[in-house]
């Protein structure tokens, strides 16, 4: 039997995610199927140096010169250089090659600046370093690696709970560059984001070169790690040992604290950075972010690093959380989750699909990246597909766009934290706060049918409390809002409902009910008022001038013709 072409593992992390913790127990350099006294990591990480060097960190593309364009393109090409030679160094000896990196450290520079700027923010091609292979760069592929040298890897994405990991990677930046420094650091913007690793993942799922390697070792490929996992279950880096073809009996789960001239012989910055795996002499399941609740977590920011900063680091959590890799293929899962949809195949996901309303269709497109993908590879509509949708008397319109805020405020958001407004078309939250803050207060709104109050109570309300009715009524009401109007089932489900008035939120509810038309107190407008009214009188001037000259002209006619008759007749 001939043997197996030896194989590139890459594993791709985001600082601060325990891949020193993953390293250790790999103990790669004792692993036999790999290329001995080699470098395993952190190839691209002089490019991160020269970055802080000259300080273009978070910094606009089209702000660099030429002269830093090219040596930071070269920088790139001397790591990419680096990690090739060791790679054709391996080949030879059929060894395989096993390599960690941080997406973020591979991104390229042109996908940065969309990302912190905004997508048009810059007309710069993506770059691409120079390989041995092709130079094509598709959409997701945000890294200055090229699609086909991308294809000669096997992924393996560590994610873990950006509650922990951004934190940690704020309080390393104190402790390396200074309390001041770290507010001020442009690299966070880059760093407290799993959009890199999100967005690298997504790209490799559409790969189909990645399928013949699934049915080895039971793996499925991307794989996806969670430090959750190894942190608390051994099993996990046992099984991902062999999928990676590394011998488990070589796994480390216990070692020595490092000794302090081991410590004294790397730089300051990696010695902070390897602090706790350093000193510990085995896997701290404390560091695992079982039962952890955002809101206890951020009191202690608060104590550490001051309320502000632990604002800032509350709102990288939240908007970051749903963009966590999702928990499909990790190495421990030995029964798919018969209760997740992101557990089927996609062909399934498509028949799914097919079944969806068009406006439904990219409301699952919005719960995740995942279904997201899955949607957009479906089946395309089109007006001969989608007509069985629509109501058959009114076949020829096409779906509106407003319907997709209606479906969306009707079956896919909490009812319990927003509603949606009939009139001005959104989807608000239940909160206060927030109406207290946009209602203008200056009128005193007047009764109306829709208030749901005799108007004779309405009348002995203050001005205050007729604004806090308008909030109440939105707020803490318990009844549905009126996104259900166009829904085709809860109509059949109970076509005897009665029908109530359209639920409007109290900002649109206090313009409604304190409108009152008068002429703008605008200069401009006056005297634009003033122009055409004497525009007017001058039309109309003008046309009973014609009027009254052609009755002239007639009756002159008329009388000079009846004149010249009479002097015929008389002679």
């Not at 350099?29 to 080699?38: E, F, H, I, V």
């Not at 873990?160 to 966070?188: C, K, M, V, W």
């Not at 302090?260 to 602090?275: D, G, P, T, V, W």
Request: aromatic content about 10%.
């Amino acid at each position: 039997m001939a043997q197996a072409p030896p194989r590139r593992f890459y594993l791709l992390t985001s600082p601060r995610t325990a891949s020193n913790l993953v390293i250790r127990i790999l103990n790669l350099p004792n692993q036999p199927s790999l290329l001995q006294d080699t470098k395993y990591e952190y190839f691209f990480g002089p490019v991160l140096g020269w970055k802080f060097q000259h300080h273009t960190i978070g910094k606009h593309v089209d702000e660099l010169s030429e002269e830093e364009k090219n040596e930071l393109k070269h920088s790139y090409q001397v790591c990419f250089d680096a990690l090739s030679i060791q790679v054709d160094t391996a080949a030879p000896q059929r060894k395989n090659m096993f390599v960690k990196e941080h997406v973020g450290w591979l991104t390229d520079p042109v996908a940065e600046t969309k990302f912190v700027f905004g997508e048009h923010s810059t007309c710069e091609q993506p770059w691409t370093i120079q390989t041995s292979y092709a130079s094509t760069h598709t959409a997701l592929n945000e890294t200055i690696l090229p699609d086909e040298y991308l294809k000669t890897w096997l992924p393996t994405f560590l994610i873990r709970h950006p509650a922990l990991t951004f934190p940690s990677i704020y309080r390393t930046t104190i402790d390396n560059e200074g309390q001041q420094a770290a507010r001020d650091d442009p690299a966070h913007v880059l760093e407290m984001t799993m959009h890199w690793s999100r967005t690298l993942y997504d790209w490799y799922i559409q790969q189909e070169y990645l399928s013949q390697f699934n049915a080895e070792n039971g793996a499925h490929w991307p794989v996806v790690l969670d430090a959750d996992d190894v942190i608390l279950n051994p099993q996990v880096m046992i099984r991902y040992s062999k999928v990676i073809d590394l011998d488990s009996s070589l796994l480390n789960f216990a070692w020595e604290a490092a000794s302090s001239e081991e410590l004294e012989q790397i730089s300051k910055i990696e010695r902070r950075m390897r602090s706790t795996i350093s000193a510990s002499t085995g896997i701290l399941k404390e560091k695992a972010s079982a039962g952890l609740s955002i809101g206890t977590e951020m009191s202690k920011w608060e104590t550490e690093f001051g309320k502000e900063e632990a604002e800032k680091l509350a709102s990288w959590v939240r908007l970051d959380y749903t963009d966590k890799a999702p928990d499909l293929h990790k190495p421990d899962s030995t029964t798919p989750n018969a209760a997740s949809i992101l557990g089927l195949p996609t062909e399934l996901i498509h028949i799914i699909v097919d079944h969806l309303h068009p406006v439904d269709r990219v409301c699952l497109a919005l719960t995740c990246k995942s279904l997201a993908s899955a949607v957009l590879s479906a089946p395309r509509l089109c007006p001969t597909t989608w007509s069985r949708f629509n109501d058959q008397r009114y076949s020829w319109l096409l779906p509106e766009s407003y319907s997709l805020i209606l479906r969306l405020a009707h079956g896919w958001i909490p009812k319990d934290k927003l509603r949606y407004c009939w009139k001005c078309h959104k989807i608000l939250p239940r909160k206060a706060e927030y109406f207290r803050k946009r209602l203008v207060y200056k009128k005193n709104p007047k009764w109306d049918a829709k208030l749901q109050i005799p108007k004779s109570t309405w009348e002995h309300m203050s001005k205050r409390d007729r604004y806090k009715h308008l909030i109440e009524m939105w707020c803490g009401s318990p009844l549905e809002d009126s996104s259900s109007v166009y829904c085709d089932f809860c109509r059949e489900k109970n076509p005897a409902a009665p029908l109530i008035y359209p639920v409007v939120c109290p900002v649109c509810m206090e313009q409604e009910l304190t409108f009152l038309w008068k002429i703008p107190r605008k200069p401009w407008f006056r005297k634009m008022l003033g122009k055409i009214f004497v525009f007017i009188l001058k039309t109309i001037g003008v046309v009973i001038g014609l009027v009254i000259g052609v009755l002239v002209w007639i009756i002159r006619t008329v009388f000079t013709q009846g004149r010249k008759g009479w002097k015929a007749i008389c002679s």
